[in-house]
């Protein structure tokens, strides 16, 4: 494994580098960097091997798009901040998105044998009678684990408002499509949280 840097060039930056979105100025000072920094080096790489996900978490900025367990742990160990939850299907997962967390992760399990699947999330917005519905189709299920893996940006998450929010999936099965879920997730934003209830939330 490389050294640590010292002065690690932002992930967003890295990313913004990846996608050809920096000035030309911008692009040089990375290109500076990295070429001589093989901690960073390794970083880009990561990014570069996140391809079409990172590309459509930078341009849409208010999405989740799906990855693989492997990626997720490539990602941790440049130096990456991950913060990742873990559900089966009936269980109740408390969350949250702390200030340092770059990506997070949720990962959907129960789902050997699956190669895909659809996702529909219902948040109830606590304390109003407000709710937020999303739905996204045809995800790839990590089949070294049975899992959905998604990841988001941690700034998407740190915006949200206290949320129980339920996720159903629909699984393409060789039989036809079956139910997964439901999966709960508990979210309360990490600056209403105390010290012990940060530290029931931590995910990492």
């Known amino acids: 494994m490389s050294q640590a840097c010292e002065a690690p060039v932002p992930f967003g930056r890295l990313v ?4 050809g979105e920096l000035r030309e100025d911008e692009a040089e000072q990375v290109e500076a960097h990295y070429f001589t920094c093989a901690s960073c080096s390794q ?5 570069s ?27 941790r160990a440049q130096g990456i901040v991950v913060r990742e939850y873990r559900t089966d299907p009936g269980e109740h997962v408390q969350c949250t998105a702390g200030p340092d967390d ?27 009678d407000r709710a937020v519905e999303m739905r996204m189709q045809d995800l790839p ?4 684990t049975g899992d959905l893996v998604l990841i988001a940006p941690a700034e998407l998450n740190r915006s949200f408002p206290p949320l129980e929010i339920e996720v159903q999936l629909t699984a393409h099965a060789p039989g036809g499509p079956r139910q997964a879920g439901p999966y709960h997730y508990h979210h309360r934003p990490w600056a209403l949280l105390d010290e012990g209830e940060r530290g029931r939330r931590a995910g990492r």
């Open 141 to 144: 299920v990590d089949q070294t």
């Open 49 to 75: 091997r996140l391809e079409e996900g990172v590309r459509t978490l930078v341009r849409g900025g208010r999405v989740m798009v799906g990855t693989t367990v492997a990626m997720v742990a490539r990602a």
């Open 16 to 19: 913004a580098y990846h996608l």
């Open 102 to 128: 770059q990506l997070l992760v949720t990962r959907y399990g129960g789902l050997h044998g699956i190669t895909s699947v659809d996702v529909h999330f219902r948040g109830a917005i606590v304390g109003t």
């Open 43 to 47: 970083r880009l790489e990561v990014v």
